[in-house]
């Protein structure tokens, strides 16, 4: 099993919605593991890149071939695993398992140990969390809607986050190329991206 790691390095705060309030005090959270720290998981991870990856295909056929529109579409490649497109290849479809698995990403060493510290001299402070009340607008009437206030929850900027990428079989140089072009394609990450959050910069290392 071959495995890189994919830093983000995170320049405006991160929101990855829950779908969870908390105690009736944050309306929307943003996702955290088991030991409560701020995550972007496998999963967000995996989607993120995938259409990156594909756009930058669609872009340059000649260098990738061509790609499947995937998901349920007619054309949707289902030969075996050497014979489909290099997005079905990497990250899989319906019809077969792509070589590559996400694992989530977590806060560096350097800041979960920083987090650490904090937490021992201020039982309450918290340097993966930060809280900000917004309200609902409505863009045609330009107003913001009447008892719509709500508070959410996100990762500061300027943290560094770490995950994994395993790959079970050993990568082509191609395949490298597409996935470190896509992983710098990538510029936001997350939801409220009108709010300017999830502005990020990502890089693969040892690929
Ligand atoms: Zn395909």
């Known amino acids: 099993m071959n495995e890189y790691i994919i830093r983000f390095h995170l320049m405006s705060n991160l929101h990855i919605g829950s779908g969870f309030s908390f105690m009736g005090l944050v309306d929307k959270t943003t996702i955290k593991n088991e030991k409560n720290m701020v995550v972007i998981p496998g999963s967000t991870i995996k989607g993120k890149l995938r259409s990156a990856c594909k756009k930058i295909c669609r872009s340059l056929e000649s260098e990738f071939g ?4 995937g998901k349920d579409s007619p054309g949707i490649c289902k030969k075996p695993l050497d014979e489909v497109c290099i997005i079905c290849r990497l990250f899989g479809s319906s019809y077969t398992e792509g070589k ?17 510290m904090l937490l021992e001299l ?13 309200n609902r607008i409505s863009r045609s009437l330009r107003t913001s809607y009447p008892k719509q206030l709500f508070v959410s929850e996100s990762c500061p900027g300027e943290l560094t986050l770490e ?3 395993c790959s079970k079989e050993a990568l082509t140089e191609t395949e490298k190329r597409l ?3 896509g992983a710098k394609s990538i510029l ?3 939801g409220q991206k009108g709010r300017g959050l999830g502005r990020v910069s990502i890089a693969i290392e040892g690929i």
């Not at 201020?122 to 917004?134: D, H, I, K, M, T």
């Open 66 to 69: 061509h790609v499947c529109d």
């Open 100 to 116: 590559l698995l996400f694992r989530e990403a977590t806060l560096s060493l350097n800041e979960q140990k920083r987090a650490e």
């Open 122 to 134: 201020y039982p309450f402070a918290s340097v993966q969390s930060e809280l900000r009340s917004g």
């Open 163 to 165: 995950g994994k990428i």
């Open 179 to 181: 996935l470190s072009w």
């Open 188 to 190: 936001q990450i997350g």
